[in-house]
């Protein structure tokens, strides 16, 4: 064997060892997380998908934290493309209604179609229908939860809100939102309010800077061990029964 042609064979021979493993043999897979062992918080944004849905999820994206949206079925329609989104990247989708009526105003007939048509427009958009319910300004009685039972639906509300809608300020709604921050806890937001938006990033470090693990509802009924059935309120408020 000519001294070239060992030269080229010991060069390829260090080549393949030092070569690389294929990438997917370095990803390990992420563990899921249990909302029963850690700190988990849910982020809920209502009324939307707002004008400012998309930055949202561009930023949760970018600090891997997952939402559930409770989306109204005319947004829906005007912009399914951050539906479309919010379900591919992990995101939970909700039902809040089709125009937001208060519901234990409305008649059966009505609630029905509420629900219905916003199941049918998140169903287009993306795929997938909504397991959950919150009724329009989180208010329900026996006949809400009668129809969102024939939906096989359970009725989500909050632990605590932000305010955000009333404030509209960067600095109170990071404030609120911390203060009320609790394991299991579920807040309530709006992706239509542009300051809540803003202040997602700086909000989102805090919270997982103090342990929190940001997540669906879902995953925070599970680690409540709520096993909700249609119909049932969670959190039930005060002075309610089950």
Not at 160 to 178: F, H, P, R, Y
Not at 181 to 207: E, F, R, Y
């Amino acid at each position: 064997m000519s001294r070239q042609i060992s030269s080229l064979l010991a060069i390829a021979a260090v080549c393949v060892t030092l070569a690389p493993a294929p990438a997917f043999a370095q990803t390990p897979k992420k563990a899921p997380v249990d909302c029963a062992e850690v700190k988990c918080l849910a982020l809920t944004f209502d009324d939307g998908p707002g004008q400012y849905a998309g930055t949202l999820l561009d930023t949760l994206k970018k600090y891997d934290a997952k939402a559930t949206f409770f989306l109204e079925g005319q947004y829906v329609n005007s912009r399914p493309a951050f539906v479309k989104r919010m379900a591919a990247e992990g995101h939970e989708l909700g039902n809040h209604s089709y125009s937001h009526p208060d519901f234990t105003k409305s008649e059966a007939a009505t609630i029905r179609t509420e629900i219905q048509k916003t199941q049918d427009a998140v169903k287009k958009a993306a795929g997938v229908e909504p397991k959950l319910l919150r009724p329009p300004y989180g208010l329900a009685d026996l006949q809400v939860s009668e129809i969102a039972a024939s939906f096989d639906m359970p009725m989500i509300l909050w632990t605590a809100g932000s305010e955000d809608w009333k404030t509209k300020n960067v600095e109170a709604i990071q404030k609120k939102t911390l203060e009320v921050a609790q394991p299991n806890g579920i807040i309530l937001m709006h992706d239509w309010v542009k300051q809540t938006v803003d202040g997602m990033p700086s909000l989102i470090k805090t919270l997982q800077k103090k342990g929190y693990h940001l997540v669906t509802v879902s995953e925070v009924l599970k680690g409540e061990n709520a096993n909700l059935q249609p119909g049932d309120t969670f959190p039930v408020p005060a002075g309610w029964e089950r």
